[in-house]
């Protein structure tokens, strides 16, 4: 492994080689040419999902364009938040200021569409000339009467972790704002779900065969309203911690409510999903409920894998996502399919996660955190890889190197989820894995015409 800078050494490691633990939670290496986005995109692929809110980028059109239907999250009802609306700043603005600009198309905009509450993010720029975002929207929200919510997500100040906890901290003045809401016996709240493909309903349908309410749900198919109650619920569930954890802290000091992380991919954390939300609320009926709902979803999902896994057995995949906790999922759904995981990184990933994966991990297993194009290439020939599970930054890269490649970020369209995710995500594997295309292209790892 020779293609990776002298900095970053400490962040790389191989199972079974190396017995000091992973270096994490550092700022990008300058010169990497990280995957990591910046803090604006990280607040906005949070707060984005919230249907029914006016989501509005002061700065440059390309901020606005980057980021317009950023996520595959789909809503059940408004689609305001599928729309990009941006001041637009120019050279003049730069020079003379954008608060006036930023001042009417906000009026424009709440006039015309109505909205339930306002985002309003700050980009690079803004934390260049000093426009005074937040005095701009206290005025708006005394003239128009909904809340209009500065999101200080200057994107050069920090990373995409960083950009997270602005967002939580933006939902945070929503929650505990409606206390007439009388919640039902069992509730919860989802943090950190994105309703990718639908993946929240179903979710809540296994939710509803237990007899528990979800309050809220943050922020996929997200209204303020219930954002504004979510202060309510008895738990929250916590899907991805590393986008949202910050907002399960504060409300578990500001209102008690404890948290628990989970995660919805694959068969084994899905059940354990259900088993520990019935644990919580100690109620017999409800846990015979979450029994009966495995056994009979495991019951018809093995038998329908088995075919997949007779083809993928043996077959070796390299991960690289957003948040370690995923990535942990995915080496345990992977096993089930017979698959061997040698590569695996995270852009966010903490110390903890970084335990669970090496503990989970086969030996020899590649481990890495916040890695680059350069770098995940070389693992990827140094290992043999048959597929690449990643974002749309990663495609690229498995599609350069003659391989299979997964989509398992927040851009795609195909429902990963609970047990009807785990029968997409053995179908997309496979096709991928196993298309003929791979005939006609030489392996990663191998130059043309080598055996």
Same mark, same amino acid.
């Given at each position: ?70 996520? =595959? ?84 100040? =920090?990373?995409?972790?960083? =950009? ?288």
């Amino acid at each position: 492994m020779s293609n990776y800078l002298k900095d970053r050494e400490s962040q790389i490691l191989t199972k079974g080689n190396d017995a000091a633990e992973i270096s994490c939670d550092k700022k990008s290496l300058a010169g990497s040419v990280s995957q990591r986005a910046c803090v604006f995109c990280g607040s906005r692929v949070v707060l984005y999902p919230i249907a029914d809110a006016l989501h509005v980028i002061h700065g440059p059109v390309g901020c606005a364009s980057y980021t317009w239907d950023i996520r =595959g999250s789909l809503s059940s009802g408004p689609q305001l938040h599928r729309l990009s609306f941006t001041t637009d700043l120019k050279e003049r603005d730069v020079v003379f200021g954008g608060e006036k600009k930023l001042y009417h198309a906000l009026i424009e905009l709440i006039d015309k569409h109505q909205p339930k509450a306002a985002f309003v993010f700050s980009t690079c720029i803004i934390g260049v000339i000093g426009d005074d975002v937040e005095a701009v929207c206290r005025q708006v929200t005394k003239e128009k009467g909904i809340d209009v919510i500065p999101v200080m997500s200057e994107g050069f100040n =920090g990373t995409k972790k960083d =950009g997270y906890k602005i967002a939580c901290g933006a939902l945070s003045k929503l929650v505990g704002t409606n206390n007439d809401y009388t919640p039902s016996k069992y509730s919860i709240n989802i943090l950190g779900d994105f309703n990718l493909a639908g993946e929240l309903w179903i979710l809540a349908e296994y939710y509803k065969k237990l007899g528990v309410e979800i309050i809220s749900c943050m922020t996929g198919d997200g209204r303020v309203e219930q954002i504004r109650r979510a202060h309510k619920a008895s738990l929250n569930v916590v899907q991805c911690s590393g986008s949202i954890m910050h907002l399960a802290k504060e409300m578990k000091e500001k209102y008690d409510i404890p948290f628990m992380k989970v995660s919805y991919f694959g068969i084994e954390d899905m059940s354990e999903a259900l088993y520990e939300v019935a644990k919580f609320f100690k109620d017999d009926e409800m846990m015979a409920k979450a029994r009966e709902l495995v056994t009979n979803e495991i019951s018809k999902l093995l038998p329908a894998l088995q075919p997949y896994r007779q083809k993928l057995e043996g077959k070796k995949a390299a991960i690289y996502v957003g948040g370690a906790f995923k990535a942990i999922s995915l080496v345990k759904a992977l096993r089930l399919l017979g698959m061997k995981t040698v590569v695996v990184g995270s852009q966010t990933g903490n110390a903890e996660d970084y335990k669970l994966l090496k503990d989970l991990c086969d030996e020899g297993t590649i481990i890495v955190d916040d890695s680059n194009p350069n770098e995940l290439s070389e693992f990827v020939k140094l290992t043999g890889a048959n597929l690449f599970i990643g974002g749309v930054k990663e495609r690229p890269i498995a599609h350069k190197l003659g391989l299979g490649f997964c989509d398992h970020n927040h851009e795609r369209k195909e429902a990963l989820a609970g047990y009807v995710g785990m029968m997409n995500f053995a179908k997309e594997v496979y096709a991928s894995v196993t298309s003929p295309v791979w005939k006609f292209i030489a392996p990663p790892n191998l130059p043309v015409g080598e055996e």
